[in-house]
């Protein structure tokens, strides 16, 4: 079992930056793929990036690539998604969610987070 609790969400003008993080808690936190996905209000969940269980690969969705990025730190059991140069259309709750495999489907993903909602003003 693994919980996942994510932070650093708010408000912030277009062209600011926020970093969320989110915190494993269980076991084995690096056998894990992890994943941030988002939902806009009236939108279906989308995928933003992943992350391999290392560290050492990442992907993203082609719309957000240059502006966000993944990154993980497993001793502290965190993974990270630093968001650069937002836009409102960036506005959502933004989820991490745990893998055994590596995928772009929320359907795949094991354990997820309660959402941190991120608000871009114009």
């Known amino acids: 079992q693994v919980r996942l609790v994510e932070s650093g969400g708010g408000l912030v003008q277009a062209g600011g930056s926020l970093r969320l993080s989110c915190v494993a808690s269980g076991r084995s936190f690096s056998a894990y793929a992890m994943g941030w996905f988002r939902q806009a209000p009236g939108k279906e969940r989308e995928f933003v990036t992943h992350i391999t269980g290392s560290g050492g690969y990442t992907s993203s969705a082609d719309s957000l690539k240059g502006r966000f990025t993944v990154s993980r730190d497993n001793a502290a059991n965190t993974v990270y998604l630093d968001m650069n140069n937002l836009r409102p259309e960036d506005t959502a709750v933004y989820y991490c969610?745990?893998?055994?495999?590596?995928?772009?489907?929320?359907?795949?993903?094991?354990?997820w987070g309660q959402g941190t909602q991120v608000t871009v003003s114009s």
């Open positions: 969610a745990a893998t055994n495999i590596w995928s772009r489907e929320p359907r795949a993903y094991n354990y």
